[in-house]
């Protein structure tokens, strides 16, 4: 017997929507499982090869301040796939945020940012850029309240933040690790 879900529920439909699914399992147990949907999204990691620097962003993050009292956090630029490609998204998001224009994107792959709850699969990739590629000023999208500071950072204390475990968002983290390891010359002192 494989896994069907039976019924979804939802309890909010909003940006996200949330649902409690009714789910049979393998074994033939129906269980309750949440459901958070927002859709897909795609994060990218902006990097000169030049000069050996990255652009991130740093921006509030609610669930942070939350649970932790976080005020900012540190990122890939990021957002919601909407009409098109996870590539378009991908250099939409960069130039909103960061003011880049992208031409070169390295896939990193494609996973799911939190299975056991949300159906995000969250689009990673990897865009050398230079200082010519800069067009506009950044900081977010009009009207969405980002109040998005930019980073320019060297990638070697970024690979020291992710050695001491200080980089908290997961995408960048795994971003990070991911140029260190297919072009670790672009992190030496």
């Known amino acids: 017997m494989k896994a069907e ?33 927002h859709g897909n999204s795609v994060g990218v990691l902006p ?31 990021a957002g919601l796939i909407d009409d098109g490609s996870p590539e378009e998204n991908g250099r939409r998001e960069v130039l909103e945020e960061v003011g880049l224009r992208l031409r070169d994107l390295e896939f990193v792959g494609a996973t799911y940012s939190c299975a056991s709850l ?38 070697a204390d970024l690979a020291s933040m992710a050695d001491r475990a200080e980089l908290t968002d997961l995408k960048t983290l795994t971003l990070v690790l991911a140029l260190r390891a297919r072009h670790p010359e672009l992190f030496a002192a």
């Open 47 to 77: 990097y000169d090869p030049e000069r050996k620097v990255a652009t991130l962003v740093r921006e509030l993050r609610v669930p942070p301040l939350f649970v932790a009292g976080e005020q900012v956090q540190l990122e890939a630029p």
């Open 118 to 155: 949300t159906t995000e699969k969250l689009h990673l990739y990897l865009a050398p850029y230079g200082r010519s590629d800069r067009a506009e000023d950044g900081g977010g999208a009009e009207g969405e309240h980002e109040n998005i500071r930019i980073v320019e950072m060297p990638l």
């Open 5 to 37: 879900i039976l019924d979804v529920r939802y309890i909010h439909e909003g940006w996200s929507r949330f649902g409690i699914a009714t789910v049979r399992l393998a074994d033939g147990a129906v269980v309750e499982r949440e459901i958070e949907d």
